[in-house]
Each structure stands twice: as structure tokens, then as C-alpha cells.
């Protein structure tokens, strides 16, 4: 197994913890929880032997496991994220005041089933490494975002510019009914009056065969 062991923590108080195999671990767990320095948010990894012990400590909330060294460090952290999401939003404001090992009789429980899953479901990685993607997409969205306010092109012009095209499109839209309209007028006069000199033209024609504008020779 990739991960081995992991426990929760509030500053050098375990609250919850699960070992998959029987080692030291522990113990050298509860050093390191002495010595992480201040109070600040951390991502740290140590070494101790062929293992690696990575931490992760936030708003004084402290998640650690321990790894294989061939793990790195991408699943590990990926597992303490997800660990630590776990634990908040189980217990909330719970966990601020919480006696020695208070959740670890259900806690630990979900510690087992996340570590078996991170050590041994390919999908694991593939979600991580998904998310670290949409991570860099985000980044990239919201630096050429910044670009475009450093360019000045602030996003009020752009409605107003945006309205500006819809107006003109209206307009546009508008004109063209009406040209269509005047085009098929023209055309409807243009009919009439072809229609009207070709019957002229036939009647001087049949005028002049019945031998007068009455057609008397025609109409006898």
C-alpha cells in the first residue's frame, strides 16, 4: 500500500488515527506534531527512512500520513485534502474543543476506506491529477482576466459596447425590412405598368386591323 498510516489532529492533540499495518509509526507521528513550527498554514514532508511522513495543517486543523517513498507526493496530498474536507464537514466547529481521540471510533473508519482507496484505485490519481488540471485552466482564465483589466478595457465598456451591437443590429435589421419593402413596391408598380402598355400596344394592334379606335369591322 501506498499510504500506510494517518491520523487528525489539533495541534499535538490526535483526535482520530488508523494504522493499516503495525509499525512506529505513531509515534513518530506525534514528534513531528511537537515540532511543526508556529501556527501557520503548512504543506511539509519528512523523511524517516524508506518513508515519508507528509503533514497538512489548516486553521490549526493538522492532517499527516505516512507513504512509501515511491508514492511522491501528489497522492498523499491529494488523500490529507481530502481527509481534512472530510473531518470539517463532519464534526464543524466540533473539532476546536474535542477530547484526545473523540472521533477516532468513527473517524477512523473513513480513514481506512480513503487510504485503502488511495493506495491501491487507479482512479485516485487520475481524479487528482483532473483536478490539478481544472486548477490550471482556472489560473489561466482568471490571469487573462487580469490582462484584460490591465489593458484597461474594463467591464462596463464592454456591456456598453456589447448594447452598442445589439442596438445597431436592431437598426440594421430594421432598414432592411424596410429597403425589402420598398424593392417589392417597386417591383409591384413596375408589374402594372408593363401590364398596362402591353394592352395599349394590343389595342392599337386590334385598332388598326378592325380599321378604327371603335373597331367597327371587328364588331359587325
Avoid at 473508519?109 to 488540471?133: C, F, H, I, T, W
Amino acid at each position: 500500500m501506498a499510504i500506510l498510516y494517518a491520523l487528525v489532529a489539533r495541534g499535538s492533540v490526535v483526535l482520530a488515527e488508523f494504522s493499516a499495518t503495525s509499525t512506529n509509526a505513531n509515534a513518530i507521528a506525534r514528534q513531528i506534531l511537537e515540532k511543526i513550527p508556529g501556527n501557520n498554514d503548512s504543506h511539509v514532508s519528512y523523511s524517516q527512512d524508506r518513508y515519508i511522513f507528509h503533514v497538512k495543517r489548516t486553521d490549526g486543523l493538522t492532517v499527516l500520513c505516512m507513504a512509501d517513498d515511491t508514492a511522491g507526493r501528489r497522492i498523499p496530498f491529494a488523500f490529507l485534502e481530502d481527509i481534512h474536507q472530510r473531518f470539517v464537514k463532519t464534526y464543524g466547529r466540533a473539532v476546536h474543543t474535542a477530547q484526545a481521540y473523540g472521533m477516532n471510533e468513527e473517524f477512523s473508519r473513513v480513514l481506512s476506506q480513503q487510504l485503502d482507496y488511495y493506495s491501491n484505485d487507479p482512479n485516485a490519481d487520475r481524479m487528482n491529477r483532473l483536478k490539478g488540471e481544472m486548477s490550471q485552466v482556472r489560473n489561466v482564465m482568471i490571469d487573462n482576466i487580469d490582462k484584460v483589466l490591465e489593458r484597461g478595457d474594463r467591464l462596463e465598456l464592454l456591456v456598453d459596447k456589447t448594447a452598442h451591437m445589439q442596438g445597431n443590429t436592431f437598426r440594421f435589421r430594421k432598414q432592411a425590412r424596410r429597403f425589402k419593402n420598398s424593392v417589392w413596391w417597386r417591383n409591384v408598380k413596375l408589374t402594372v405598368a408593363l401590364i398596362v402598355v402591353l394592352l395599349i400596344i394590343i389595342y392599337v394592334v386590334v385598332a388598326i386591323v378592325c380599321h378604327g379606335p371603335t373597331l367597327p369591322s371587328c364588331l359587325k
